[in-house]
């Protein structure tokens, strides 16, 4: 068996391996037009397929508690059929094109995939159909009046970045106290390990730090030079930008050379059980952002216990996972799906509605505290509020730290530096649409 295999064997991987199986027993097909459809362009095979799995069982859980305790969205039930992905971008590409004409009223894609995403942005104006990507895909689709069909929705990348930064800044007691010291970076080496550098630079620079960049080759199981790097760089922190078996192989490096794990911040994508459990013993202490709340004790979460999985009706084969990170990030990403459609009926009526229709509800959509509460999800997510020039409506992370049995939240939810990061989205997307022919919407006249 190869490292990379024994690592996903390891600990809850080795369970969630075992998930393919009993997934699509649930899956309503599209023939039924009466429904709401979701097109599930998503991956339960491949290189993370752990993810996929874990996230998209979340998903449809939301869906099925809607259809059964609620009889639907306002009597409209939601309907969805999976395309295998595998995390391949072709075929990413290939089952969004599939589905698409399934059924006249698609809600919206959710690819989990920026590879894909970049496959899908330019098709989505044209066939009408919302493509959400919760902290994953371009960043500059934030801005709606460039990307009408693209909902980055929560944080971004570059959110992120300003979040990581200010959630050190207040583990030393305010951001003048960056001052001075050292972060190393240690990244995924490609566009999605770059994509923070430059604006991590600029904070650099404003609050006078020193970055250290420390590149990491996928899949990057062997990272020991990068780590003898960090250990005689001796920075203060470390920030690590990576995903799949590159995390718990980042972590267990850092243990053999003795960097202080609680001095490790992870991103998003490194923010799983999956990511700690490789890592074994050598995790503990380790600390990552994330835009859930953590674990499964919130009134929504027990609601799909209640209802589905003590009927055995849950789409997850092992019922502890309930409450994994990405079965709770699978579980927002359903709930946006159907606060968009139910806000689209207060205009459109109640009724399936098409994608352009969907469309406008995600671009009007608020989930404030009082709505959040009402769903059974205060603290499960952060306050949202979508615009015409704001796709992404928050920006906020919490950050977990892992007790070597659990994750624990250890923050409230941190506000991005939006005016920066704004202005690297404008600037972006307006060269985007420069290119491409693009005229900007006028947002004082959507609505």
Known sequence: MSRNSLHRMRGIGAVLIALAGGMLATEVPAEDKGTQFVPIVGYRTGPLASIGQTFYAGMIDYFNLINERDGGINGVKLSW????????????????????????????????????????????????????????????????????????????????????????????????????????????????????????????????????????????????????????????????????????????AAAKVGFPRERIIGITWAASEEDVAGAGAAAKGYIAANYTGVGANFPVVQEIVNRLYDKNKGNLSNKALVGATYHNRGIVAGMITVEGVRKAQEKYGRKPLTGEQVRWGLENLKLDEKRLKALGAEGFMPPLKISCADHEGSGMLRFQQWDGAKWNSI????????????????????????EKGITLRDCSKEG
């Open 411 to 434: 923050s409230d939810w941190i506000e991005p530096e939006r005016a920066r990061v704004r202005a690297r989205i404008e600037a972006s997307s307006t060269a985007y649409a420069k």
């Open 81 to 252: 059929e999976e395309c295998e992905t595998e995390y391949n971008n072709a075929k990413g590409v290939e089952c969004y094109e599939r589905l698409k004409g399934k059924s006249p009223y698609v809600a919206a894609v959710q690819p989990m995939s920026s590879g894909i995403t970049y496959g899908l942005v330019d098709r989505m104006p044209v066939d009408k159909i919302p493509l959400v990507t919760i902290g994953y895909g371009r960043t500059d689709t934030s801005d709606g009046r460039v990307f009408p069909y693209v909902f980055p929705m929560i944080t971004n990348y570059w959110s992120m970045t300003t979040d990581i930064v200010k959630f050190i800044g207040e583990k030393e007691g305010g951001m003048d106290k960056l001052a001075g010291k050292k972060i190393g970076y240690v990244f995924h080496d490609s566009a999605f390990g770059k994509e923070a550098i430059p604006l991590l630079q600029e904070m650099a620079s404003k609050y006078a730090f020193q970055v250290e960049l420390i590149p990491v080759a996928p899949p990057g199981i062997d990272q020991q030079s990068q780590w003898l790097q960090v250990r005689k760089a001796r920075p203060d922190y470390v920030i690590m930008w990576t995903a799949g078996v590159m995390t718990p192989s980042a972590i267990a």
